[in-house]
């Protein structure tokens, strides 16, 4: 006996036209194989239809966010890596290429006389600005306490706008802590 369409039938979630219904029910009447199917998948459903959704462990949305936030984090932090490595890989090929572009081209000497003469040039200025300040403090004696107060005071406020700077950075690229989204 052929049961191909009759299995077919019991495991199908369409609904049957009226003939093929009612052949089979005259066909589970007969065939005890098929009866024993059809039994089977109505106990099957009668557990899914009675059965209670099941809840996950408790807790398990906070762990979840706490894991994301460190992925994220983590994430965030390898990509951070990733663009410095390749801006410091970037400016290290670049710096190559224009070497070995120029290596012919340098004259080591040349290079060597105008770096002592630009020193030379700045230590001719600090000696200049020395002499003034000697000059001035020869002419105005007064002046000279009054300078270096005003410097202290603009180096001390020049300190604690540094000092805020750095501390709001710390702020803004601290990781967000556990819990906090």
């Given at each position: 006996?052929?049961h191909?369409?009759f ?7 369409g ?13 589970l009447?007969q ?5 024993t ?5 109505d ?5 899914f239809?009675n ?13 979840w ?5 460190i ?7 390898k ?16 710096t ?6 120029n ?14 003469a ?13 002499r003034l300040v ?9 002046i000279?306490p ?7 005071g603009?180096?001390s406020?020049i ?10 950075l710390?702020?803004?690229y ?8």
């Amino acid at each position: 006996m052929s049961h191909q369409p009759f299995e077919d039938w019991l495991f199908s979630d369409g609904q049957l036209e009226n003939q093929q219904e009612e052949s089979l029910r005259t066909h589970l009447k007969q065939c005890e194989q098929c009866q024993t199917i059809s039994n089977a998948l109505d106990q099957v459903n009668e557990i899914f239809l009675n059965s209670s959704t099941p809840e996950p462990a408790q807790g398990f949305t906070q762990r979840w966010f706490e894991r994301l936030s460190i992925a994220r984090e983590q994430h965030k932090i390898k990509r951070t890596w990733m663009i410095i490595l390749d801006l410091f890989s970037a400016a290290t090929i670049i710096t190559i290429a224009i070497t070995i572009i120029n290596l012919n081209t340098i004259n080591w000497a040349y290079q060597l006389s105008q770096f002592i003469a630009s020193f030379s040039l700045f230590a001719g200025k600090i000696n200049q600005i020395w002499r003034l300040v000697q000059r001035i403090s020869n002419v105005f004696p007064l002046i000279v306490p009054i300078m270096i107060i005003l410097g202290l005071g603009m180096f001390s406020l020049i300190s604690v706008l540094f000092i805020t700077w750095i501390s709001s950075l710390i702020r803004i690229y601290k990781p967000v802590e556990k819990g906090a989204y």
